[in-house]
């Protein structure tokens, strides 16, 4: 493309990140806002694209927008009458009083001032001589990585420890949303034609996240990119009522949300013992424990990302759950259990009962 | 030796793990957990003040392309302190939990929060203290939430959005500096950073990030209801632990990193928000009605004192005055840390036996749990500092600072803030100390009750008598 | 000095303000957790456009790297938040 094709380009990407963004803040609906924010997610992704950063723009396209947006339209979902969709508050303050006003306008003067700090000290930044220092350690040792793709060579050699803590904020995150409560109820069993698209395209999307884990290696990809296809395949078996949605049950589960940080700390410690330093793979050895740490994490980023999703902590299926029951199999799942001892009865039966009494919910 | 380093987050992490995946067995792991750590913790304190300030590259690469682990003696005391806090409210939470479902969800999140705090105070890389700061706000965060009662989770929620916002900033200031400097190593950046816009505003946005999450005045406002509605044990680390864990921060930056660019003004500023939380947190602590309110405005005043320092150690030359001033600074964090946690978890004892925590029904309290309102008399002796308790030493090099500074503003705030401190503390004890005709014998539980006494010792007798190798363990800070 | 660096950087700046101006100013949960995603963009803008050196060059993958993770925990935070604001909910509900 040519220069000035591309600063067409340019602007106008900038130019729709902006107003994206600005309309998402600034409407009151909260379904609205949510789906101005995927698309300011999606714009952005063409932006990491466009910026030559495509792992980036895999994770940003499929976590960014996609999950977080699936997240917040599923917590838009939730309330249909209280204090999240903006029905109950108005959000225009200006018949309040002035000292409301002022205050909105302190603080945008303030946000002002923040976004010009920030645009003059990043001009500094550009305007010292371009540090090149690390990304060329980086390109100097990626022959001794294990894999060829500098952003994963980053992320699970030289960065790795960031990564592990990454896997745990993860496990945090899901370990707090299971202390919490139990997951929503389902949707309705899918009918003929919805039915029939998950069937083809789950096996897809499992099979796109097997090709971006593996060729992660050497091209744009990886765990992240991998877990979050592999989570939106869940997304999807959820949307078609599916219950398990793929995860396993019980003990299991906590072994498949542990995997990533238990694998990161099996290889690091086990080289710690071996003498080498913690986390510092062997260069013949680099690549396959990397595809190990992956494949592992990958499965804990999906999990994660699926029970973020459901909400809560997944209610154990019923016995006689068919397409038929619907009704009947949602409130039922809502009950706690005792019988895992994991499911505690926070949430008494019968206010759950009354608090998700609309449970069939349309796709 | 320095293999510790990694010992000390792995452990906690490869506890959280067990706990998760074990949960039947999950009281006894992650006690076992607590006393391993802690061991690790107390091999490197010996390490530190043998071979002075020990580091590990992680992965073998160097400083810059890898991320390398730091410790010091201001982050070994800190460890310490840690470990044997976490140690004695893990054994406290032995007991609390009544329900093994609590306990299943409780541990695992509890030993990721200690792992969250070692990698913390570990960390020498820019970015990764980023992680370790989301880390240790979602765990902390999850574990204020357990039990899921209104208030706690109404607090923990704006604990959490109170916390993200923290750490965006944090993360703009990160981005600034590598887009600036080209690395993310903090002993890199001490010799790199200059004085100029890019660094004042990488800084400002930083230091912003932390003073919330470390819930300096005016940026207070989220910590009393989050620390008074959380189960005992996480309010004990929470108040000891976490608030201090973002002031380590801000000391590092301030101190080590971007030394170079401080003014006077700046320090002033945060003296200044120091004295105002000071004033304001005891004030509230006299008013409220509840003792885990107390408590947690309590701790707001605690870090006032903290930020008083700043102010002081700018104003007087790197020397053995400084030093001397900067072991105060890290006694008086240590002898709050103790205390408070001790506070908290004697303060838990009482709202299980009692079925509440209003400071005027407390009578008799002393009669039917001797040992639990002794621990409560011992930390209120540390939070006011008296004589023998480490906070003396801690005020006492503040004052003498103020002084030598010339800065004698800052004593008469000194003193307002201890005056209420006694106010709050002997109102609670006058309370307790109260005679009821006929008082209620409660059984306790010893393993309860002696680890809130154990912290309140240490931070009044340990810290007070002992509290000499601070300073020579401080004097090895390369 | 590419013209990109500017747009992009700059942009991020921008970004940045505005989702702080919601996250502090608004008054419901689900547009503050919105303006905090939104800051987090406008962070990510920044380093992305430092990363980036220009048209045929390969761009700096530590960056890439950096926003990757800021990504990660950024969606955890958020489930976490909702997560939090459901229970708020049922709690309110009791009352």
């Given at each position: 493309?040519?220069?000035?094709?591309?600063?067409?380009?340019?602007?106008?990407?900038?130019?729709?990140?902006?107003?994206?963004?600005?309309?998402?803040?600034?409407?009151?609906?909260?379904?609205?806002?949510?789906?101005?924010?995927?698309?300011?997610?999606?714009?952005?992704?063409?932006?990491?694209?466009?910026?030559?950063?495509?792992?980036?723009?895999?994770?940003?396209?499929?976590?960014?927008?996609?999950l977080?947006?699936?997240?917040?339209?599923?917590?838009?979902?939730?309330?249909?009458?209280?204090?999240?969709?903006?029905?109950?508050?108005?959000?225009?303050?200006?018949?309040?009083?002035?000292?409301?006003?002022?205050?909105?306008?302190?603080?945008?003067?303030?946000?002002?001032?923040?976004?010009?700090?920030?645009?003059?000290?990043?001009?500094?930044?550009?305007?010292?001589?371009?540090?090149?220092?690390?990304?060329q350690?980086?390109?100097?040792?990626?022959?001794?990585?294990?894999?060829?793709?500098?952003?994963?060579?980053?992320?699970?050699?030289?960065?790795?420890?960031?990564?592990?803590?990454?896997?745990?904020?993860?496990?945090?995150?899901?370990?707090?949303?299971?202390?919490?409560?139990?997951?929503?109820?389902?949707?309705?069993?899918?009918?003929?034609?919805?039915?029939?698209?998950?069937?083809?395209?789950?096996?897809v999307?499992?099979?796109?996240?097997?090709?971006?884990?593996?060729?992660?290696?050497?091209?744009?990809?990886?765990?992240?990119?991998?877990g979050?296809t592999?989570?939106?395949?869940?997304?999807?078996?959820?949307?078609?009522?599916?219950?398990?949605?793929?995860?396993?049950?019980g003990?299991?589960?906590?072994?498949?949300?542990?995997?990533?940080?238990?694998?990161?700390?099996?290889?690091?410690?086990?080289?710690?013992?071996?003498?080498?330093?913690?986390?510092?793979?062997?260069?013949?050895?680099?690549?396959?424990?990397?595809?190990?740490?992956?494949?592992?994490?990958?499965?804990?980023?999906?999990?994660?990302?699926?029970?973020?999703?459901?909400?809560?902590?997944?209610?154990?299926?019923?016995?006689?759950?068919?397409?038929?029951?619907?009704?009947?199999?949602?409130?039922?799942?809502?009950?706690?259990?005792?019988?895992?001892?994991?499911?505690?009865?926070?949430?008494?039966?019968?206010?759950?009962?009354?608090?998700?009494?609309?449970?069939?919910?349309?796709? | 030796?320095?293999?510790?380093?990694?010992?000390?987050?792995a452990?906690?992490?490869?506890?959280?793990?067990?706990?998760?995946?074990?949960?039947?067995?999950?009281?006894a792991?992650?006690?076992?957990?607590?006393?391993?750590?802690?061991?690790?913790?107390?091999?490197?304190?010996?390490?530190?003040?043998?071979?002075?300030?020990?580091?590990?590259?992680?992965?073998?690469?160097?400083?810059?392309?890898?991320?390398?682990?730091?410790?010091?003696?201001?982050?070994?005391?800190?460890?310490?302190?840690?470990?044997?806090?976490?140690?004695?409210?893990?054994?406290?939470?032995?007991?609390?939990?009544?329900?093994?479902?609590?306990?299943?969800?409780?541990?695992?999140?509890?030993?990721?929060?200690?792992?969250?705090?070692?990698?913390?105070?570990?960390?020498?890389?820019?970015?990764?203290?980023?992680?370790?700061?989301?880390?240790?706000?979602?765990?902390?965060?999850?574990?204020?939430?357990?039990?899921?009662?209104?208030?706690?989770?109404?607090?923990?929620?704006?604990?959490?959005?109170?916390?993200?916002?923290?750490?965006?900033?944090?993360?703009?200031?990160?981005?600034?500096?590598?887009?600036g400097?080209?690395?993310?190593?903090?002993?890199?950046?001490?010799?790199?950073?200059?004085?100029?816009?890019?660094?004042?505003?990488?800084?400002?946005?930083?230091?912003?990030?932390?003073?919330?999450?470390?819930?300096?005045?005016?940026?207070?406002?989220?910590?009393?209801?989050?620390?008074?509605?959380?189960?005992?044990?996480?309010?004990?680390?929470?108040?000891?632990?976490?608030?201090?864990a973002?002031?380590?921060?801000?000391?590092?930056?301030?101190l080590?990193?971007?030394?170079?660019?401080?003014t006077?003004?700046?320090?002033?500023?945060?003296?200044?928000?120091?004295?105002?939380?000071?004033?304001?947190?005891?004030?509230?602590?006299?008013?409220?009605e509840?003792?885990?309110?107390?408590?947690?405005?309590?701790?707001?005043?605690?870090?006032?004192?903290?930020?008083?320092?700043?102010?002081?150690?700018?104003?007087?030359?790197?020397?053995?005055?400084?030093d001397?001033?900067?072991?105060?600074?890290?006694?008086?964090?240590?002898?709050?840390g103790?205390?408070?946690?001790?506070?908290?978890?004697?303060?838990?004892?009482?709202?299980?036996?009692?079925?509440?925590?209003?400071?005027?029904?407390?009578?008799?309290?002393?009669?039917?749990?001797?040992?639990?309102?002794?621990?409560i008399?011992?930390?209120?002796?540390?939070?006011?500092?008296?004589?023998?308790?480490?906070?003396?030493?801690?005020?006492?090099?503040?004052?003498?600072?103020?002084?030598?500074?010339?800065?004698?503003?800052?004593?008469?705030?000194?003193?307002a803030?201890?005056?209420?401190?006694?106010?709050?503390?002997?109102?609670?004890?006058?309370?307790?100390?109260?005679?009821?005709?006929?008082?209620?014998?409660?059984v306790?539980?010893?393993?309860?009750?002696?680890?809130?006494?154990?912290?309140?010792?240490?931070?009044?007798?340990?810290?007070?008598?002992?509290?000499?190798?601070?300073?020579?363990?401080?004097?090895?800070?390369? | 000095?590419?013209?990109?660096?500017?747009?992009?950087?700059?942009?991020?700046?921008?970004?940045?303000?505005?989702?702080?101006?919601?996250?502090?100013?608004?008054?419901?949960?689900?547009h503050?957790?919105?303006?905090?995603?939104?800051?987090?963009?406008?962070?990510?803008?920044?380093?992305?456009?430092?990363?980036?050196?220009?048209?045929?060059?390969?761009?700096?993958?530590?960056?890439?790297?950096?926003?990757?993770?800021?990504?990660?925990?950024?969606?955890?935070?958020?489930?976490?938040?909702?997560?939090?604001?459901?229970?708020l909910?049922?709690?309110?509900?009791?009352?």
């Open positions: 493309m040519t220069t000035s094709a591309m600063l067409i380009l340019d602007i106008l990407m900038v130019l729709s990140l902006l107003s994206l963004a600005a309309a998402a803040l600034a409407t009151s609906d909260a379904r609205r806002s949510v789906i101005l924010f995927m698309a300011f997610g999606l714009v952005l992704a063409l932006a990491w694209a466009r910026l030559q950063a495509p792992d980036v723009a895999l994770a940003e396209a499929a976590i960014g927008a996609g977080s947006g699936a997240l917040l339209l599923a917590a838009v979902g939730d309330q249909p009458r209280r204090a999240l969709t903006g029905d109950t508050k108005p959000v225009h303050h200006h018949d309040h009083s002035n000292l409301k006003l002022m205050l909105e306008w302190t603080v945008t003067l303030l946000c002002i001032a923040v976004a010009g700090a920030l645009a003059w000290a990043l001009a500094q930044a550009f305007e010292r001589a371009p540090q090149a220092t690390l990304a350690a980086v390109s100097e040792n990626l022959a001794t990585s294990g894999v060829s793709n500098p952003v994963t060579a980053v992320l699970l050699n030289f960065r790795a420890y960031d990564t592990l803590l990454e896997l745990a904020v993860l496990l945090t995150a899901v370990l707090g949303i299971f202390a919490l409560g139990p997951a929503r109820p389902g949707y309705r069993t899918a009918g003929p034609v919805f039915g029939g698209l998950v069937r083809w395209l789950v096996p999307l499992i099979l796109a996240a097997a090709y971006l884990l593996w060729v992660g290696a050497h091209a744009p990809g990886g765990a992240f990119q991998a979050a592999l989570a939106a395949a869940g997304v999807v078996l959820r949307l078609a009522g599916q219950r398990t949605v793929g995860l396993p049950q003990p299991t589960l906590h072994l498949v949300i542990a995997a990533g940080v238990g694998t990161f700390l099996l290889v690091g410690l086990s080289l710690l013992v071996l003498g080498r330093p913690f986390l510092g793979y062997p260069p013949a050895w680099a690549g396959g424990l990397i595809l190990l740490i992956e494949t592992a994490a990958m499965l804990a980023i999906a999990a994660t990302l699926v029970l973020a999703f459901l909400g809560g902590r997944p209610q154990p299926p019923r016995v006689n759950v068919t397409g038929g029951k619907p009704p009947a199999a949602s409130i039922s799942t809502l009950r706690p259990r005792s019988r895992e001892g994991l499911s505690g009865a926070d949430v008494p039966g019968a206010e759950s009962h009354k608090h998700f009494s609309e449970e069939n919910r349309q796709c | 030796m320095s293999d510790t380093l990694i010992w000390l987050f452990l906690p992490l490869t506890g959280a793990v067990a706990t998760l995946l074990l949960p039947r067995q999950a009281t792991l992650a006690n076992v957990t607590a006393v391993a750590t802690t061991a690790v913790a107390a091999t490197l304190l010996h390490a530190v003040s043998r071979q002075g300030t020990l580091s590990y590259e992680i992965g073998g690469w160097s400083a810059g392309l890898g991320i390398a682990l730091r410790a010091d003696g201001l982050s070994t005391l800190l460890l310490m302190m840690t470990a044997l806090v976490v140690l004695a409210s893990s054994v406290y939470a032995s007991a609390y939990f009544s329900k093994a479902a609590e306990r299943a969800r409780f541990w695992p999140l509890w030993l990721l929060l200690w792992t969250a705090l070692n990698a913390l105070l570990l960390s020498g890389d820019l970015f990764n203290l980023y992680v370790t700061l989301e880390l240790l706000g979602l765990s902390a965060v999850a574990l204020a939430s357990l039990g899921g009662k209104l208030a706690a989770v109404q607090a923990a929620l704006r604990y959490l959005l109170v916390g993200l916002l923290g750490s965006m900033m944090f993360l703009a200031g990160v981005s600034l500096v590598y887009a400097y080209g690395t993310l190593d903090l002993s890199t950046l001490a010799h790199t950073v200059e004085a100029g816009p890019l660094a004042w505003t990488a800084l400002a946005l930083m230091t912003a990030g932390l003073l919330l999450k470390t819930a300096l005045f005016p940026l207070h406002f989220w910590l009393p209801p989050a620390h008074a509605s959380a189960p005992a044990p996480v309010s004990a680390v929470l108040s000891a632990l976490v608030v201090k973002a002031f380590y921060l801000v000391l590092r930056l301030w080590d990193v971007f030394a170079d660019l401080l006077p003004a700046a320090a002033r500023l945060l003296g200044v928000m120091g004295a105002a939380a000071i004033l304001w947190g005891s004030w509230r602590a006299l008013r409220t509840r003792l885990k309110l107390l408590a947690a405005y309590s701790t707001v005043a605690q870090l006032g004192y903290l930020f008083l320092f700043f102010p002081i150690l700018l104003a007087m030359p790197p020397g053995p005055a400084r001397a001033a900067l072991g105060g600074l890290v006694i008086l964090a240590l002898t709050h103790f205390a408070k946690a001790g506070l908290f978890l004697a303060i838990g004892i009482i709202q299980q036996r009692c079925g509440h925590d209003r400071i005027c029904e407390l009578d008799g309290t002393a009669q039917r749990l001797p040992a639990t309102t002794f621990a008399a011992l930390g209120g002796v540390a939070l006011i500092g008296l004589p023998p308790s480490g906070a003396f030493l801690g005020k006492w090099q503040l004052i003498g600072g103020a002084f030598a500074t010339g800065q004698w503003l800052w004593v008469l705030v000194i003193i803030g201890s005056l209420l401190a006694a106010a709050y503390i002997f109102r609670v004890l006058g309370h307790a100390f109260g005679n009821r005709a006929y008082p209620q014998s409660t306790t539980v010893a393993r309860e009750e002696w680890p809130a006494l154990v912290l309140t010792g240490t931070a009044v007798i340990g810290l007070g008598l002992a509290g000499a190798p601070v300073w020579q363990l401080l004097g090895s800070n390369a | 000095m590419l013209t990109a660096h500017w747009l992009y950087g700059i942009t991020g700046c921008l970004v940045v303000a505005l989702g702080l101006r919601t996250a502090l100013l608004h008054a419901l949960l689900l503050r957790l919105i303006g905090i995603n939104v800051m987090g963009a406008g962070v990510f803008l920044m380093l992305i456009a430092v990363a980036y050196r220009g048209p045929g060059v390969a761009p700096d993958p530590v960056p890439h790297a950096l926003v990757l993770t800021g990504i990660v925990v950024a969606v955890s935070a958020t489930a976490l938040a909702l997560a939090l604001a459901r229970r909910t049922a709690e309110q509900d009791d009352e």
